[in-house]
């Protein structure tokens, strides 16, 4: 029993991220009556859904040592092709389109990077502008309204009083967990992500699954484009536009280490987790948003500064 | 560092070397014949002079930007920074007059720059943690620069010194803005290529453990770039706010990536070590006169993007090609 406890306590000290995201957890139930009501949750797990997706797609691209700038327009995109094109082709075909656009941007991407050579900061910023515009052209602009009842109902569908969009992420989460971890294609990735030059000497296809990094990227983007349109009825062209660097923090805060190689779904669980959290508890006690800018941001600053920091005393 | 012309037996090697070192010298020129040719009013001295003083602001931070990615920095921060130091130039002037708050933005821009080298060169940031803690304080900056305000645009300074920074035009025939950014850029430069302190920023980002070993004060050098990237993004700021007379406190959004962009372009290498001002200078014109064909071709705004968004991929994709 003891030992148990000791076990808990340094597990505790360890996840410094885990710890306060309980910390937090306990404070904002008590702080605000609010929270822990029904709607609230759902509001909380359909936010980490979001989150959660497009990190999910991120945490490979940053355990294969690459990051992806380009998700945010990739959702708008697909956000506006599903509502867009649904009066003209039907919904089906629409989702399909909208899916699609996600795996061509995102081979587009990984060809660029991994056949071309160029650095991939530069490819998924260009293409991020380059989306972005695409997007815009085909909305004029402006926010479409949804007019398909199957994909509105779809957003606020609910299985055993849970939202249909969690669910999703709760089974990719695991799927995601299982290609990571218990497959020859997962470990390919942390092993290009970790030492790119012994990944190539060992005759791993690198290009190939540098490529593959930006595909999958790109295909949650999507999904997450279309799960977003669904939610809120409408497919804006700047939908997704401050999620790609909320997401990449969110996958770095949970542990998941931009220099590649380490990091694992569980991880972006916790990331996204705290950061959705955060977000919530500093809109249920009011505090304006500007201050909350500055709050996420000192957050984020000491969260890397100290797992740097360790990091490199540990090395020493 | 820049390797000196190799003496080459045949004069075939010698153009293929050129090609290689000037290619994006060469796209630079293209690009301009191409404008002239399409548009009329592209080569008229009108023009020409609406494109320096739109590159101005981009310019004067890609300056800055230079010295950090030399040392294979990065930071996201300087977009905000410029939206501080717009508002705050502009809102001091009713308390410390017009010199007084120019000074005090230019201050604060160096410091806060500083705080974040500070703090990288401490936790000894690899690329990933500057682009992530550098990330935090664009936050922090920009939600800064909203509380200072409390999210209202300030209008415009009464100061007609103030006011001409961004509009005025010097010896009749140069743009004030356009002034200051040549300024800048020949102070980068000769600090770049003639000091030791240069060289030392191009050690350091070329090799670091050697530079660590002979000698160089690293932690002093990682510092130092992020705070004169600090100061050329509030002399952006200055510029930019009484350009569009007023003190918004999202001024600078998205400035920080064309910047980082333009160094790139100009191929200057995200790894630090390999690069000058004057290829930045380069990568900044590139896209500057990008924007101003798009323009004068009538391209709407969002296509306008489409476009600049390919462009910049190719241009690096043809600089990758050399090597």
Known sequence: MNKQAVKI???LLKEKVFSSSVLLLIAISIASPYFLSVDNLRNLAVQIAV????????TFAIIGGEFDL????MISISGVLAVGLEPKIGLGPALVVAMLSGLVFGCINGLLISKAGINSFIVTFGSMVTVKGLALTIANGRPITSQSEALNNFGDLRVIGIPVMFLIFVILLVVCHYILTYTRFGRNIYAVGGNLDVAKATGLNVAFYKAILFILTGLFSALVGILLAARLNTGSPIQGDDITLTVIASVVIGGTSLSGGKGNTARTLLGVFIMMLLSNSFDLLGIQPYIQKVIKGLIIISVVAFDSYNKKRIER | MEVGTQKLNTSNLKINDFLKKYKM???FVGMIIISSIISDVFMTSRNISNIMRQVSVNGILACGMTFVMLTGGFDLSVGSLISVSAVVAIGMQDYFGVAGAIIIALVIGAIAGSLNGILLSKINANSGDA????????LVFAGAALLYTNARVLPGSKSEFYNSLGQGTLFGFIPT???IFLIITIISHFILSYTSFGRKIHLLGGNYEAARLSGVRVYFYKAIVYSIVGFTAAIAGIILSSRTLGGSPLAGVGYELDAIAAVIVGGTSLAGGEGS???TLLGVFIIGVLSNILNLIGLSSFNQMIV????IVLAVWLDVKKQ
Request: avoid cysteine; glycine fraction near 20%; proline fraction near 3%.
């Open chain 2, 308 to 311: 600049k968004g390919i462009v």
């Open chain 2, 277 to 279: 001002v004057m290829r």
């Open chain 1, 51 to 58: 989150y959660g997706i497009v990190g999910l797609g991120m």
């Open chain 1, 9 to 11: 306590g340094n597990f």
């Open chain 1, 70 to 73: 380009a998700a945010g327009s």
């Open chain 2, 25 to 27: 010298l060469l796209v």
């Open chain 2, 177 to 179: 803005p356009v002034f």
């Open chain 2, 131 to 138: 682009f992530m803690i550098t990330l935090g304080s664009q």
